[in-house]
């Protein structure tokens, strides 16, 4: 089996990321991929299927800059702050397009994308009972369990083009490291056509502790270096959540040009990989 590409987030984007993909950006409150988020906007793809279990800060960026036509998600909001206002711009108004939206429960993601990896082409499970989302979305369904009789939930398994995540190290082999709070970051690379991992570093050894989750070389087409490419979340082991940032993005973002002329100094004027520090 072919092995990850070690290569820059720029050609990585470049060589993965087409105009139309559905787009998964997973993070579970650190080892957010911002900086690959990033250079997706500088690279200007449009009328991408946006996917993630908990849209926050990054999701708002693309949305805002005209990325997005569609989001997949089970929770969106700007963390311990309160909402995003940029999807909810495109939502509400429009602007700066439409923005189509599918709202699933956390549990329903997870297994959406435990099926993907599995290759199955659904999710069953016992969900969405006494609640109102399978009312405003067709996608969920229910299923009778031929052993019980039991009335299941069941939704397509998440099978995106293109999976992009952050971790903290990779080796010369191209196999990736990840440690900490662990979301659905693995299972999103096992179930999508292409993925992306950027990292704090390239190392000889990856050196991973108890219950570290590995990322074979097979299973990832790219993988770039990028220190501080989870900015402003965290990545435990090399620098913390800068919690300053998530409450300065809400009077920036509430204001259609002030967002602009943020996203234009803080990320379209600067290279792949420099951040917005």
């Given at each position: 089996m072919p092995r990850a590409v070690i290569t820059s987030l720029e050609e990585a984007v470049?060589?993965?990321?087409r105009d139309g993909d559905s787009l998964s950006l997973e993070?579970?409150?650190?080892?957010?991929?911002?900086?690959?988020?990033?250079?997706?906007?500088?690279?200007?793809?449009?009328?991408?299927?946006?996917?993630?279990?908990?849209p926050d800060i990054i999701f708002d960026q693309m949305i805002g800059m005209g990325c997005a036509r569609k989001l997949v998600f089970s929770w969106g909001g700007n963390p311990g702050v309160g909402s995003l206002h940029r999807m909810r711009d495109a939502i509400e108004q429009d602007w700066p397009l439409?923005?189509?939206?599918?709202e699933h429960?956390?549990?329903?993601?997870?297994?959406?994308?435990?099926?993907?990896?599995?290759?199955?082409?659904?999710a069953v499970f016992r969900g969405y009972i006494g609640n109102d989302l399978p009312k405003v979305n067709d996608r969920i369904r229910a299923v009778e369990c031929p052993f019980t009789g039991e009335r299941l939930a069941a939704i397509?398994?998440?099978r995106p083009d293109v999976a992009v995540i952050h971790a903290q190290k990779a080796d010369r082999r191209g196999n990736v490291l990840l440690e900490g709070i662990i979301g659905v970051q693995k299972?999103?690379?096992?179930?999508?056509?292409?993925?992306?991992?950027?990292v704090e570093e390239i190392v000889d050894d990856l050196g991973g502790g108890p219950n570290a989750v590995i990322l074979p070389s097979w299973t990832v087409s790219a993988i770039a270096a990028v220190p501080n490419g989870a900015f402003p979340s965290y990545a435990h082991g090399y620098y913390p959540r800068d919690n300053s940032f998530y409450k300065a993005w809400d009077p920036i973002a509430r204001d259609r040009e002030t967002f602009r002329a943020w996203m234009d100094s803080h990320v379209m004027q600067r290279k792949a990989g420099e951040g917005v520090q």
């Open positions: 470049a060589g993965n990321v993070g579970f409150t650190h080892l957010i991929p911002y900086a690959a988020g990033h250079e997706i906007i500088r690279q200007g793809r449009k009328d991408l299927t946006l996917i993630r279990m908990t439409p923005l189509e939206i599918e429960s956390h549990g329903a993601m997870a297994n959406a994308y435990e099926a993907g990896a599995a290759g199955l082409p659904c397509p398994a998440m299972e999103a690379v096992l179930a999508a056509s292409r993925s992306i991992v950027t």
